[in-house]
């Protein structure tokens, strides 16, 4: 069965303490593999999309990295506005041209200045 | 326009009432998505539409019936809802559903079943 695990499930850190979330999954047919942010009460802001073992992506603070059985999503010097939800979603092929997007249960940051 | 923009933001209804959501993306984005999102849980996936029609239902009640009337619009009519079906629910779009390019999603509808 097709399954995808964030952790840790929050993390609260100081500004400036760099630190990594973790999304491991088992998926048959994986097209690929995204990373969202969430605020409260809003839509996921699309983050970075990795489709192959050994593929890293940068934005600013963050840094996505790509295994064959997990992902790691690097904060580094955080700052208070990086406090969110962060989700990891995979997109399994399913037949066709129908592909389906499973959500991990996602991690809450927490950044105190 | 890189916005998928979802109306009303919030809503709040009787178990007896009838009501729609509305989802609307001009990116020229072939499929178009309900999820559903409880508090502290994922989205979870609703129903898929893929060039207007229909690909996947998740087994969601027939009280959630989804119109698509064009490409760039998507409805989510609600009728005898139960106060479980209280959350949040996102639309998203994406290029089509065998892309691997980034779903967009909306702000989301904030709805109250009372």
């Not at chain 1, 904060?75 to 499973?102: H, M, W």
């Amino acid at each position: 069965e097709d399954q995808v695990t964030q952790s840790p499930e929050a993390l609260r850190l100081q500004e400036g303490e760099s630190s990594s979330l973790n999304c491991s999954y088992t998926v048959s047919g994986l097209r690929g593999l995204f990373w969202y942010r969430q605020d409260p009460g809003k839509g996921p802001e699309f983050l970075f999309t990795l489709y192959s073992a050994g593929e890293e992506k940068e934005k600013e603070r963050l840094k996505a990295t790509l295994t064959k059985k997990e992902s790691f999503l690097h904060i580094t010097a955080p700052k208070p506005e990086d406090s969110a939800t962060y989700l990891c979603a995979v997109q399994a092929f399913r037949g066709g041209a129908t592909n389906k997007l499973i959500f991990g249960t996602g991690t809450l940051l927490a950044v105190q200045p | 326009d890189t916005e998928v923009t979802q109306t009303p933001k919030h809503l709040v209804m009787g178990m007896t009432n009838k009501k729609s959501l509305k989802c609307e993306q001009h990116m020229g984005h072939r499929a178009m998505y309900w999820y559903k999102q409880k508090a502290k849980k994922p989205p979870e996936l609703m129903f898929v539409y893929s060039y207007e029609k229909l690909s996947i239902n998740e087994s969601v009640p027939s009280r959630f019936s989804p119109e698509c009337p064009n490409s760039s619009l998507l409805n989510l009519h609600l009728h005898a809802l139960q106060p479980e079906d209280s959350a949040l629910y996102l639309c998203a779009s994406s290029h089509r559903t065998g892309s691997n390019y980034g779903y967009t999603f909306g702000s989301g509808t904030r709805l109250t079943v009372v």
